[in-house]
């Protein structure tokens, strides 16, 4: 075999290079020789797209900034109802993005993404590694279409899990959930595991049954459709789990079940006075506990409670429109009628690992 | 003396491990399916039935007011006949069958 002179050699390649280089071209693409990287040059119709640009607040959180959150929502919902530009959030000066508040973004952006296609909404990675981690391991740059950049570390319980969503009722959800958070070693007790379960049906009923205007929601995809998410809140020790619907509200609904007198008597206001939408929660929470009720329909939302009662501890909370319902596991309780609405209905179940895990799964739960 | 006749519905083994809602719409494992396909049958052609609920994930209450509540309401079945012939067996969750009492006992036959 006969070797290559050099002069031939590097020509021989520069050919290479040049059949290389056209070949990408004809493609679309370019290579940058410099960097060794092959690049993808944009298409007209990228070039030219059009965005509605929106920052994310630094803070997210229904509970230490509720306005600022709520109108978040609100704003992401009205721009992707009202405009068929793609809305691109901006994360990178997000530092916090609370569990509830991510599970309620990562519903609107899916809403909206069902809705318009996979251009109605993008965004840009968060430059907090510790909030990258989080939303990587929820499944939110995966719903939008982003690749995630980095993978949630698999020590159990875990902080966060994918969410699941569907529009109708899904089977073994909680199963998957309570496992895919606390793994295989931590088992949940017997009967802390069906009173979640039990919780968790109920607010999926309610989703499916009630939230939403029978036939009305478009597309098909989004009616009577829940979101749900895991969390284990490491400094406290406590498990969240936590249901979405964006449906009309339990102020809303209410009134289907039980006639107004009736839900202004178990409020002991006066007749001609609209309850608000804090006092329709509470007054929903009451109706479904009372053993003197004559309807057999409404008994469901007492199942919500009953994971906070077997625990002894820990708290429920629920936001549905501008109402707001807190129970303690020392059965106190609060109500509130918030400025802004939610924009659907969110339930959190908040209680502490140790008092539903089987005594010697303790010793598997290690601080990350 | 006639042998009293027995019948046993063990629900997460027969009917469903995850009974969820109360109509067809709500979900296959229903509760107007389970009363009229499992214990109406039962109830016509046992003495007693006993209903065992251990091994299912969880039960809601809608799920157990319409299949049983709903013997009242929908089948005019009187509460204290119902109360003698059933037997609820539940280990895992006994809180169970005293809702289940409650809501046979404060069912009222629909018109």
Redo the contacts between chains.
């Keep these: 075999m006969k070797r290559l002179s050099p002069d031939k050699k590097i020509r021989l390649i520069s050919l290479s290079r040049e059949r290389f280089e056209h070949d990408l071209a004809r493609r679309g693409r370019h290579y940058d020789p410099a960097r060794r990287l092959i690049d993808v040059r944009p298409s007209s119709s990228q070039k030219n797209r059009q965005y509605i640009e929106i920052e994310v607040p630094e803070i997210l959180c229904l509970d230490s900034a509720y306005e600022q959150t709520a109108l978040f929502f609100k704003k992401i919902r009205d721009t992707t109802t009202t405009t068929t530009v793609t809305v691109r959030l901006h994360f990178e000066d997000c530092k916090s993005i609370k569990p509830t508040a991510l599970l309620l973004l990562l519903s609107e952006v899916h809403r909206a993404r069902l809705s318009r296609g996979q251009y109605a909404l993008t965004g840009t990675y968060p430059k907090d590694h510790a909030l990258l981690r989080r939303m990587c391991a929820t499944g939110f740059f995966k719903l939008l279409g982003i690749k995630s950049p980095v993978e949630a570390p698999k020590t159990f319980p875990l902080e966060y899990i994918p969410f699941q969503s569907s529009n109708r009722r899904a089977k073994h959800t909680t199963k998957e959930m309570r496992e895919g958070l606390l793994g295989e070693k931590i088992q949940m007790q017997t009967s802390a595991r069906k009173q979640l379960q039990r919780g968790v049906a109920e607010a999926m009923l309610n989703a499916i049954t009630h939230a939403y205007p029978s036939g009305k929601v478009r597309p098909q995809a989004l009616q009577n459709r829940w979101w749900m998410c895991g969390h284990y809140h490491l400094p406290s020790k406590k498990v969240w789990i936590m249901f979405c619907d964006l449906g009309v509200g339990i102020p809303r609904t209410l009134p289907r079940t039980y006639p107004i007198e009736r839900i202004r008597g178990v409020l002991n206001i006066l007749p001609g006075i609209t309850p608000d939408d804090g006092e329709m929660v509470y007054a929903a929470m009451q109706l479904g506990r009372s053993r003197t009720e004559q309807s057999h329909r409404g008994k469901g939302l007492k199942d919500l409670l009953f994971f906070i009662d077997q625990a002894g501890a820990g708290d429920l909370q629920i936001f549905s429109n501008r109402g707001y319902y807190q129970y303690h596991g020392d059965g106190t309780e609060v109500r509130e009628t918030l400025p802004v609405p939610i924009g659907g209905t969110l339930i959190k179940w908040s209680v502490p690992l140790n008092k539903i895990v089987i005594p010697d799964a303790e010793n598997d739960i290690k601080d990350n | 003396m006639q042998k009293m006749t027995s019948k046993t519905i063990r629900i997460a083994l027969e009917f469903s491990d995850?009974p969820?809602?109360r109509y067809p719409?709500?979900?296959d494992?229903n509760g107007q399916r389970f009363r009229e396909e499992y214990l109406i049958p039962a109830l016509d052609k046992y003495d007693n039935v006993v209903i065992e609920f251990d091994g299912a994930?969880?039960?809601?209450?809608?799920f157990l007011?319409e299949s049983f509540?709903g013997l009242v309401?929908k089948h005019g079945y009187k509460p204290a006949d119902l109360l003698r012939r059933l037997e609820l067996k539940s280990e895992?969750?006994e809180s169970l069958i005293s809702e289940i009492i409650?809501?046979i006992n404060?069912?009222?036959p629909e018109k």
């Design positions: 995850e969820f809602g719409e709500d979900s494992d994930e969880g039960y809601g209450s809608s007011e509540g309401r895992e969750d409650g809501y404060s069912a009222t």
